[in-house]
């Protein structure tokens, strides 16, 4: 049998302890990792989901930026802002260019908006 180290405290036990003669921790090994293994793939797939909203995030707000260029820019600029700050919470820097884009995006198409107007109704 092999010693095992105590998982906790780090003491060298005899093979086959079931427990830390020093701290008195569990020294099931085989426990320990599948736990470990088990938190790894918890951590793993709560984030492959999170990045796949994120993505949706994205795309949903970089829509509503584009549509805001065009079509009722407060509104779709606004959308485009809300989106960038929930994505804020999953990936930072993509949420703050998607808020700035938003707004960037929201004001020229109330510049478009204003001139198409003053062009189409000689204002
Ligand atoms: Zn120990």
Known sequence: MEPIYCPTCGAL???GSKFCVKCGAQLSVDNSQ???TREYE???KSD???QSNSILLLILGWLSAAVSIFFI???FGGIGV???FSERRV???QGTILIIASIVCGILGVIIG???GSATYGM
């Open 13 to 15: 036990n005899a093979g």
């Open 91 to 93: 990936n930072t820097t």
């Open 42 to 44: 918890h951590n793993f």
């Open 114 to 116: 204003a001139s198409v």
């Open 82 to 84: 809300a989106l960038g």
């Open 34 to 36: 599948q736990k470990v």
């Open 48 to 50: 492959g989901k999170a």
């Open 73 to 75: 820019p407060i509104v």
